[in-house]
């Protein structure tokens, strides 16, 4: 495994003002040597003013948030992160690796939630290289590579969660966004460690049914979304219930029997559950008329 080694290099500011006055005054002693008709002399200034110009080759400038990779014929030999003009040997390979917080979307997938249901699903993912030898060295194209993998990871986590549900304590791609998210978070960075990235958030950025069966999944939403509604308003009407008939006993307001508290709960439960209002009836007479 490949780490990074963080380099500081050389000052290029010191080196491009002396390698310009040395490359001006070897020419310019080349120029009087055969002038003079020094051979040797012209030949030892002007290789002195190659090898100047060579040296200036060695300059190379690093923008804030970004790092250049250094190889000496093929072998790796640092990284260099301090912003500014720079200046290391003039043979080594420089590659130049943002370090900046990169946005990626993918595509709308269609793919099967653990239901079975056809669903569209896309993500956004931030990251950012924080290894750039990682990133060079370990995986052929590390942007391409991000791509695939944040494919993979959402279509992966889509297959293992219903769209919805209306089933308590049950998480669904709809209804827990934030906990979906936290695990392709870091399902993702999982993927992607080996590459040198570091995965900052992901989120499903469009999530629906396939067109296909948009509409049908639709009425059964809705018709479970009444079921659901409607089990709550029984369970509550007969709270209710209960809890009127334990009053009215444990305060001895009224006795009733078996079949005066059969009509009681029934006539609560047509009150509670009732979707109108009730037209009240008042009872003139007793209990029992």
């Known amino acids: 495994m490949i780490k990074e080694k963080e380099r500081q290099g050389s000052s290029g500011w010191v080196v491009l003002i002396l ?11 080349a120029v009087a040597a055969v002038t003079s008709e020094a051979v040797v002399a012209a030949v030892f200034w002007t290789f002195l003013a190659v090898v100047g ?5 060695g300059l ?13 014929f093929g072998k790796y030999v640092g990284t260099v992160k301090v912003e500014g003009l720079r200046w290391a040997n003039p043979f080594y390979a420089k590659r130049k690796i943002s370090l900046r917080v990169r946005n990626f979307e993918t595509a709308r997938m269609k793919v099967n939630d653990i239901d079975g249901n056809p669903i569209e699903i896309a993500s956004i993912v931030v990251w950012k290289v924080v290894d750039t030898a990682e990133a060079c060295f370990h995986v052929d194209n590390y942007e391409m590579f991000v791509a695939m993998q944040s494919e993979g990871a959402v279509r992966n986590l889509a297959t293992r969660y219903p769209y919805d549900t209306h089933i308590d304590n049950q998480m669904s791609l709809r209804g827990n966004t934030a906990a979906i998210a936290e695990h392709m978070k870091d399902e993702i960075q999982e993927r992607l460690a080996q590459a040198g990235v570091q995965v900052i958030e992901a989120r499903i950025s469009h999530l629906a049914y396939a067109p296909e069966i948009a509409e049908g999944m639709l009425r059964r939403q ?9 089990t709550r308003i029984v369970e509550g009407a007969v709270g209710m219930v ?4 334990e009053r009215l006993s444990s305060h001895k307001i009224i006795e009733l029997d078996q079949d005066r508290k059969a009509a ?6 047509v009150v509670l559950c009732g979707e109108k209002a009730v ?3 008042v009872n003139t007479g007793t209990i029992y008329q």
């Open 279 to 281: 037209q009240p009836v």
């Open 19 to 29: 390698g310009i006055i040395e490359l001006a005054v070897t020419i310019y002693l």
């Open 264 to 269: 009681m709960v029934s006539n609560l439960l």
């Open 53 to 57: 110009f060579v040296g200036l080759l």
């Open 222 to 230: 809705q018709a479970g979304a009444i079921v659901a509604a409607r």
């Open 242 to 245: 209960e809890m009127a008939l």
């Open 60 to 72: 190379f400038m690093v923008n804030p948030n970004e790092g250049r990779v250094m190889q000496l």
